[in-house]
């Protein structure tokens, strides 16, 4: 472990397996398993205690295993708001046991939808203890979900690696700039505020971009014409929809549009991409002109998927391989005073009769107490598909800035990044956001500068990537 700054450590831990070679087949096989929990449990999003009342779609766990010769990788996508530290490393433990596919070249992912169960975390706790002090049981979880999630989430390996066939890969971009919105803006009367309100006169201007491109991935069978599957990932929150009802948000409905080209089995490997500060409210239209409903935003982006998929470019040298690498960094810090009031305030966690950042201060100070210790290892990791391809998973609500500069960095022409993997650690905002404060930062864990140092790592590793590729290839 070296000192990089006074507030910031880095620990290098990475771990990479034998590249598989181009002149060998490239397999792949998609797992999909229902991860919807009984009616009844609490639903994750807000800090206010909703209770779920039915399902409007299953919530799906969608895994896609790859292996060339000798080495395997897997990706799962859960329509849930967030991947715990303690689900992903059991899931990732058990699946390697049960399907050899080493726990480091498995990522699981949240697709960040705000219809899904709120299962862990302060939230959850605050809740949970709430309920059991006054009435000494918790009827709102029957059910031991985070095993049983994990199990599932093998399930979905295991069905995955089962379906294992040589197919054949396509990757690039598609554009869509019409359905996301940075949140945050600078203001004429002070600082910068996060959702700001529909033509709000303050406004000044966005503190940041959006990213427009959407990454795709598609997997063909050798002895078929068109995909079975495709990864489709785009920076955009999965807060469209609101309500009581389980429900995929918008994937849902990218998904059904390109069942109408690809047919019924067509499975659509949906993942955010860097999304921390990118919403789909329109603040130069008035309400409701200015939010896209659900349907329409899954529609529009299905289409665009759709009209792009058939121009990607072939992958024709495939070359898998998995690098990893932890970034320890420092949690912030509060002192014994701070950590009072804020078990105090959390006990209006749902007022809104106190201030919503005091509220949202009062939170993140107790999941740091449920952290523990003073600093935290942000897991990167980075999968090679080929010389052209390649993904890079990251944990935490990642702000779009931090995304981007991974995928200009990148020495692949083609470079996915997905946030919410593996844990979730809250907001990682960038350290000019932190300067400028507001919801995000002030929902932040960690010290400011941690994104930068994961964008660090993670350019190194793609970079270490792309040269394990040309010395194969020599």
């Known amino acids: 472990m070296r000192r990089l700054c006074p507030c910031l450590m880095l620990m290098c831990l990475v771990l990479s397996a034998t590249a598989g070679r181009a002149e060998e087949p490239f397999e792949s096989g998609v797992g999909v398993v229902d991860i919807t929990p009984v009616s009844g449990y609490r639903m994750s999003g807000y800090f206010s205690e909703r209770l779920n009342t039915g399902t409007i779609d299953p919530l799906l766990a969608k895994a896609v295993v790859m292996r060339q010769g000798d080495t395997q990788a897997a990706l799962v996508f859960c329509d849930i708001s967030a991947v715990s530290l303690d689900v992903s490393q059991r899931a990732r433990e058990q699946a390697q046991q049960v399907t050899g596919i080493p726990s480091e070249h498995i990522a699981i992912a949240a697709t960040h939808s705000h219809t899904g169960p709120l ?6 706790q605050h809740f949970h203890d709430r309920l059991m002090a006054e009435k000494g049981l918790d009827p709102h979880e029957v059910t031991d979900y985070p095993t049983e999630l994990v199990g ?3 399930r979905a390996l295991m069905i995955a690696q089962q379906n294992l066939q040589s197919v054949t890969l396509r990757a690039g971009y598609a554009h869509e700039d019409r359905l996301s919105f940075n949140r945050r803006f600078h203001m004429k009367t002070g600082p910068v505020r996060f959702n700001p309100g529909h033509l709000n006169p303050n406004i000044v201007r966005a503190a940041g971009p959006i990213d427009p491109e959407v990454g ?6 050798e002895s078929g014409a068109n995909p079975q599957a495709a990864i489709v990932a785009f920076a955009l929150h999965l807060d469209t929809l609101g309500g ?5 948000d918008y994937p849902r409905y990218v998904e059904e549009v390109l069942r109408e080209s690809y047919g019924d089995e067509f499975v659509s490997l949906f993942v955010a991409g860097t999304c921390g500060d990118i919403n789909h409210v329109d603040v130069t239209k008035p309400h409701p002109e200015g939010r896209r409903k659900t349907h329409e935003i899954g529609t529009m982006l299905g289409q665009t998927v759709s009209d792009e998929l058939p121009k990607l470019d072939s992958v024709t040298k495939p070359a898998l391989a998995v690098e990893q690498v932890i970034v320890e960094v420092d949690l912030q810090q509060y002192t014994d005073a701070e950590i009072e ?3 105090a305030n959390m006990a209006r966690v749902d007022d809104s009769g106190l201030a919503f950042l005091e509220r949202v201060k009062a939170y993140k100070i107790m999941a740091l107490q449920l952290r523990g210790g003073d600093t935290i290892g942000l897991e990167v990791q980075a999968f090679r598909l080929s010389d052209d391809v390649a993904i890079v998973t990251l944990p935490g609500e990642v702000f779009v800035d931090l995304g981007l500069a991974i995928k200009q960095a990148s ?3 083609t470079t996915i990044v997905i946030e919410l993997t593996n844990d979730a650690p809250g907001y990682i905002p960038t350290r000019k956001a932190f300067a400028e404060g507001s919801y995000e930062t002030v929902n932040s864990r960690v010290a400011p500068g941690s994104g930068e140092l994961m964008v660090e790592q993670a350019i190194r590793l793609l970079n270490e990537l792309a040269m394990q590729g040309d010395k194969d290839g020599e």
């Open 244 to 248: 009581s009802l389980y429900s995929a």
């Open 216 to 221: 795709l991935i598609t997997f063909t069978s």
């Open 119 to 124: 299962y862990f975390g302060a939230l959850r």
């Open 152 to 154: 599932r989430l093998v």
């Open 411 to 413: 020495p692949f022409e």
């Open 341 to 343: 009031q804020a078990h």
